[in-house]
């Protein structure tokens, strides 16, 4: 078999019938991501011990035991979620040194489901940017081409999936992190329903927003993942209990029938880059031609979704950021003598030294939104809106399954191309970012190209814990992507 | 309602309290770490409560129980639906950088309780009662600070009174009620001294008559009921004197030094502190339904004061002793139990107020920890009711019985203390005393009734105090007579 | 920017708020900055929402608690291992006076 392309179903199959050892498969990835990784700076730490969590895969199978539905799949995970040994930074020099005794509740369950963890992978600082530019340990680049960004927060998770360096990724998404790196490169990353996928372990960024998911090869690869990583957890208090289906096999590319929501406020958008707006067409024109039904809905709010998502998320971030001081773990600034050092100056240096710009940028606005005179007008106003706009959702999928729409407005940019304006970032966020605040499950799959060469994803939408129908719209399309099977250039 | 209250030199004290109210919980509000108090350094830690990247809180059933219970025991109103806030600071022994708590929308608000002060009843409000996480614990020494956070995360019940409290004494006497109540709920063990109940006093002062409240000072870290009157009294006439001398009352936080009996400046609140509460996203709004509140009520016990009452209604107790026998639940369980079985209840007080408290007292130990349960006490007053005993060998015998943990009938029996009430035999040890003592019979005959006092305790000592009492004066003067 | 709620004395403010430590131009920076998406955000200021409650967790999710059982799987030194000072198992820090 191929492991450069094969599904990670089929590659389980492979290692329970012993066809192909599990150590085998985590080793190929690992020397993978060994030689590859100096060019693209995906990984930020390999973790050499992969390899002996794939031999007792093996001893396992040896013995015919059972083992778990990801057995010997090797996976990258975003360095936001925290891994028992292995340190975790979150991309960040406040975290530097930092090896948590605990494993979040994704990594536990992909352990646990026989996954072998390869490595830990980079993001902008504390998933705080949409570009990768803002990590503490250096840009990660486009494996589309090296020049340009891959996109962010996961920028990491992006690049290495659509390298292959791994057979799967998780990254997380608070506006759109999971969603704009995958359509920048080309793979498939899903943002479950808030509440799906425990937090718990994954550095918080905005409590409200954050939910973790797979980017990887395949719709069928994310079903399955997500399948793993899903569900209730006592560590969470904010877990839904419902159960979790079977997406993996209960996946249906029979779209005779479906109703597919299009969104009145943004169809036909002038602010859509032309490339991306072609492959909007054609996915609607593919669908069509599949025997989906298209809807209008109006989701007039949206125009305010990434205002109400800046304050929403700054507002979070400043207190979630408020542990890392310097006291119990991380990064402390090189204080000569403690004894006569005033607290407050010791918090305010330390944290002066271990954010970077864009977090303090973030820390300063949220900061600014919850204090005293200005909390009535901006967080709260923000997350009244945020109820309205949750309401317009509801309506529209009282009349569709799913909505498509891009995922960003415009395409891949190159490395340091972009100055901090964020008028701009208000325009790229559009899609992405209501999905995010209304807690709904959003996806990309990649089904496009640009006039440069590069992927385009498109976004599907669905309703609370309807997984399931944006999985098998995106199935669909994915059966009839013109870039399947196109590959970036470090192949 | 200011003339009613005690003036001090022209002077109205205005006082609110905050108890913090550990819950005992087995473990922390939060997580499952352990609460134990006596643990080794940051050993009842976990992820969670160090504040570790990605931690989350899960809320502990029992501690919302708990303060449900103490609201309505507070009579107060218990939210539908409750939120917890984030309270944003910094400091060394808040590991998340804020405190989880709750701000505008607390589980229990607008209760009140009542208690008596120096004989008189008195009511004060209860603003509200709300949950939150205790912080760590800092230790100085001088060059550096330690930082324990193995009481991170203890839940604790913040009961907020109104500004109804107008003397040292009330305020005293509103933290013991509180203490007596939560230990009656039994949601707190009420030790001071390891601070699983701490006592924060706002005291402000105006001139009687003002109705405009004067500058307010916190008074914190004092550590029993008697400081609490003590540290109110000082700052009362520390405010007095300032504002006597024109000097400016600062809002501030001060501490009590029970050595040197004064207050001193801990922290000036000039800059107030924005702590910027917002709804804490990480944990679900606290719902609790009408079938959980009926529940709770059904099992609240009967509460100190209205115990008390039924004490002086159905037992004609006094309001002193029936308030004694209440302040603990064991010792009014005791009580009631020791009353009922020896069908005497006034002697059951009276026993367990004189005898059992004093022995209790200087052995430092509780009601529970006796060695006289409330069993073998009400068979001790059994046996003085039927005669067995005299009164007076009754508390040898109670003595016996504290040092050894015996019934009273085997220290009765053993001891052969059963009272002797033949009168033949009574007659007998009389006749013996009289022959023995002709000139003091003679000076009885000349008309000294004092010598009687004389006879009896001779006829008690040579009966070896077992003669009934009653029966040798009978006796006695039938004798002295014939 | 001057008439901006958020000029560089507020940012200031607001820094030693957050205990950070900016510098004048990181301070002017930000103010200017972050003074376009407040401005973005006063549009919203228009929308009526009164009597809407705000929402924070954004779907529905079953209210459930824990139980009260102590569940004791970590040690001390397991959680001052990351500490970049400590004591014995105590994390040190500055006089806190």
């Not at chain 1, 995958?182 to 372990?201: A, L, M, N, Q, W």
């Not at chain 1, 990649?446 to 599907?460: N, W, Y």
């Not at chain 2, 002060?117 to 020494?141: C, N, P, Q």
């Not at chain 3, 040690?75 to 198992?89: F, T």
Request: net charge neutral; charged share 25%.
């Amino acid at each position: 078999m191929d492991l450069l392309t094969a599904s990670m179903s089929d590659t389980r199959k492979a290692i329970a019938e012993k066809k192909v050892s599990a150590a085998e498969v985590t080793k190929y990835f690992f020397a993978r991501a060994e030689k590859l990784n100096p060019a693209l700076n995906a990984f930020i730490k390999l973790n050499p011990d992969c390899l002996k969590q794939a031999e007792s895969i093996d001893q396992k199978i040896a013995k015919g035991e059972n083992v778990g539905v990801l057995a010997g799949i090797p996976f990258g995970i975003k360095d936001l979620l925290c891994t028992k040994g292995i340190e975790t930074t979150a991309a960040s020099k406040i975290l530097t040194g930092f090896v948590p005794p605990y494993d979040s509740t994704v990594v536990a369950r992909l352990k646990n489901a026989g996954a072998t963890i390869v490595g830990k992978l980079n993001l902008d600082e504390f998933a705080m940017g949409s570009s990768n530019e803002s990590s503490f340990h250096g840009v990660c680049k486009n494996p589309w081409n090296p020049e340009y960004v891959p996109g962010g927060s996961s920028g990491g998770s992006a690049s290495a999936q659509a390298a292959r360096l791994v057979m799967g990724t998780i990254g997380t998404d608070t506006g759109g992190s999971i969603r704009q790196p995958s359509s920048f490169c080309g793979v498939v990353g899903i943002k479950p329903t808030y509440g799906r996928v425990s937090r718990y372990g994954i550095v918080a960024f905005a409590s409200s927003l954050d939910q973790a998911g797979p980017m990887v090869s395949t719709v069928q690869d994310a079903a399955l993942t997500l399948e793993v990583i899903a569900g209730k957890d006592e560590l969470d208090g904010t877990t839904s209990s419902r159960p979790v289906e079977a997406f993996s096999k209960n996946l249906s590319a029979d779209m005779k029938g479906k109703k597919i929501g299009i969104v009145k406020e943004y169809h036909n958008s002038e602010l859509v880059h032309p490339d991306i707006r072609k492959t909007y067409e054609q996915a609607i024109e593919t669908l069509k031609g599949l025997g989906a039904e298209f809807v209008e809905v109006s989701i007039p709010l949206t125009k305010y979704a990434v205002s109400m998502y800046y304050l929403i998320s700054a507002s979070e971030a400043s207190s979630n950021l408020a542990r890392y001081d310097g006291v119990k773990y991380g990064y402390r600034s090189d204080f000569k003598d403690l004894s006569s050092l005033p607290l407050d100056e010791f918090y305010a240096q330390t944290r002066a030294e271990g954010f970077g710009k864009e977090v303090k940028r973030r820390i300063i606005l949220g900061t600014f939104c919850l204090s005293s005179g200005y909390f009535d007008a901006y967080y709260n106003k923000a997350c009244q809106v945020r109820r309205l706009l949750r309401n317009q959702y509801d309506e529209a999928f009282a009349k569709c399954d799913a909505i498509i729409s891009p995922v960003t407005t415009t395409p891949q940019f190159k490395i340091g191309t972009r100055v901090y304006d964020p008028l701009k970032m208000y325009l790229n966020d559009i899609f992405t970012t209501s999905t995010n605040l209304a807690g709904l499950p959003g996806m990309s799959v990649p089904f496009g190209l640009t006039s440069d060469g590069f992927p385009i994803g498109i976004q599907l939408t669905g309703h609370h814990f309807q997984e399931q129908k944006i999985l098998n719209v995106a199935y669909a399309l994915e059966q009839n992507s013109p870039v399947k099977g196109k590959t970036p250039s470090v192949y | 309602m200011s003339t009613s209250n005690p003036s001090f030199r022209g002077f109205e004290a205005v006082i609110g309290i905050e108890v913090h109210v550990q819950l005992k919980t087995d473990s922390k509000i939060f997580s499952a770490d352990a609460t134990t108090f006596d643990s080794a350094d940051n050993e009842n830690t976990s992820p969670v409560s160090v504040g570790m990247p990605g931690t989350l809180p899960v809320l502990n059933k029992k501690a919302i129980e708990y303060a449900i219970k103490t609201g309505l025991a507070l009579g107060c109103n218990v939210r539908k639906k409750s939120v917890f806030s984030r309270k944003n600071y910094f400091y060394p022994d808040l590991p998340k950088g804020y405190q989880i708590s709750q701000y505008d929308e607390p589980i229990c608000e607008k209760g009140s309780i009542q208690f008596e002060v120096e004989g008189k009843s008195k009511t004060v409000g209860i603003t509200r009662a709300h949950l939150e996480e205790d912080a760590g614990k800092s230790t100085h020494f001088g060059q550096y600070t330690l930082i324990n956070y193995n009481r991170a995360g203890i839940p604790l019940l913040e009961i907020v009174s109104e500004p109804e409290i107008h003397s040292p004494a009330e305020a005293a006497e509103y933290c013991r009620s509180i203490r007596s109540i939560v230990r009656y709920l039994e949601v707190c063990d009420g030790n001071l001294e390891e601070g699983s109940l701490r006592c924060d006093c706002n005291v402000s002062v105006r001139k009687v008559g003002e109705t405009k409240f004067g500058t307010k000072v916190e008074l914190k870290n004092i550590n029993s009921f008697r400081f609490v009157e003590k540290a109110v009294e000082y700052e009362i006439h520390r405010q007095i004197d300032a504002i006597e001398n024109k000097e400016k009352i600062v809002q501030e936080t001060r501490l009590y030094d029970p050595d040197k009996n004064r207050t001193f400046t801990m922290r000036t609140k000039e800059d107030a502190q924005d702590y910027r509460y917002f709804p804490d996203p990480d944990l679900l709004p606290i719902i609790v339904t009408d079938a959980q509140l009926s529940q709770i009520k059904k099992e609240l016990p009967e509460l100190p004061l209205i115990r008390a009452a039924r004490f002086v209604k159905d037992m004609q107790l006094s309001t002193h002793d029936a308030h004694l026998l209440t302040e603990e639940r064991d010792l009014a369980d005791y009580f009631e139990a020791t009353g009922k079985a020896c069908n005497n209840s006034k002697a059951a007080a009276n026993w367990i107020i004189t005898e059992l408290l004093r022995e209790l007292n200087d052995a430092k130990l509780s009601v529970s920890q006796s060695k006289v349960n409330a069993k073998n006490l009400a068979d001790l007053i059994a046996e003085v009711d039927k005669g067995t005993i005299s009164g007076k060998i009754a508390k040898t015998v109670f003595k016996e019985m504290w040092d050894s943990g015996s019934t009273p009938a085997d220290i009765i029996k053993t001891k052969g203390l059963v009272q002797v009430s033949d009168p033949g035999e009574i007659e007998k040890i009389v006749a013996d005393v009289l022959a023995a003592n002709p000139d003091q019979v003679a000076e009885f005959k000349a008309g000294k009734d004092k010598v009687l006092g004389f006879f009896v305790g001779a006829i008690m000592k040579a009966s070896k105090g077992k003669a009934n009492p009653g029966l040798v004066n009978e006796i006695l003067m039938k004798k002295l007579k014939e | 920017m001057s008439d901006s709620k958020f000029n560089k004395d507020v940012i200031q403010k607001i820094a030693n708020l957050a205990r950070l430590q900016l510098t004048p131009e990181q301070a002017n920076e930000f103010s200017e900055q972050l003074s376009k998406i407040i401005l973005h955000f006063d549009e919203i200021s228009s929308i009526n929402t009164e009597g809407v409650e705000p929402l924070i967790t954004p779907s529905e999710i079953e209210y459930t608690l824990r139980e009260d059982s102590v569940k004791q799987n970590f040690h001390a030194e397991e959680m001052v291992a990351n500490a970049p000072d400590k004591q014995g198992n105590l994390f040190k820090v500055p006089p806190v006076v």
